[in-house]
């Protein structure tokens, strides 16, 4: 499967905006964004003024990278959103945040979504009290979330729950931080969801 391999904060960089994609390493002053806070490449310091649709596709790019899916699963997801009932936006944002990757990394248990995404592939994470490794997993209301006991204890993710509090739990999420157990107290809506994400771009953007 393809999959960006080369500097993350070269895509903040080029979103404009921290995606949070490092962990801890975003709040500091080592931050790639706070640095040089312009798009990478020769002409990253030119002044350029994007079209309707450099507008829409930068929008789409910056979602994908904030939950590190490719354009495939992008799209089955928008697809899926669009079907169900209600606003299409709304509906992918949530289908989004309720991944087994994003939940991990919400409740604390991860750094970063990437590191979520490890931990569940790495057979470390149990929902209901079975082993689940897919981080495309969607959870739903009342579903539990815990570390195999077999990890809770190690320092990556003690040293991520510790840390929690600076990120803040959505409201939507119950947290036991002693046993590493989550609860998925009711379905995200479009309030839980902080990062400044214009969905109604990416709709345009499909719709054409």
């Not at 289908?95 to 990437?114: P, Q, T």
């Not at 570390?147 to 040293?159: F, G, M, Q, T, Y």
Request: glycine residues 8%.
């Amino acid at each position: 499967m393809a999959r960006y391999l080369g500097p993350s904060c070269r895509l903040c960089r080029r979103e404009g905006m921290q995606l949070y994609l490092k962990g801890d390493r975003c709040y500091t002053d080592k931050c790639g964004i706070e640095r040089r806070h312009y798009p990478p490449g020769q002409h990253g310091q030119r002044r350029s003024k994007l079209s309707d649709y450099g507008l829409q596709l930068r929008e789409k790019q910056k979602v994908k990278r904030i939950y590190g899916v490719l354009e495939k699963q992008f799209r089955g997801y928008f697809e899926k959103a669009e079907r169900q009932k209600g606003v299409t936006g709304t509906n992918l944002l949530v289908f989004l945040e309720r991944r087994l990757d994003n939940v991990v990394y919400r409740l604390g248990f991860a750094n970063s979504r990437a590191q979520a995404r490890q931990l569940v592939r790495h057979s470390q994470v149990q929902v209901n009290g079975s082993k689940v490794t897919l981080p495309s997993f969607l959870v739903k209301k009342g579903d539990v979330i815990q570390v195999a006991e077999k990890s809770r204890n190690k320092p990556l993710i003690r040293d991520a729950l510790e840390a929690v509090a600076r990120r803040g739990l959505p409201a939507w999420i119950d947290l036991a931080k002693e046993e590493a157990m989550g609860k998925i107290i009711m379905l995200p809506t479009r309030e839980d969801i902080t990062m400044p994400i214009q969905e109604h771009l990416i709709v345009e953007l499909y719709s054409k």
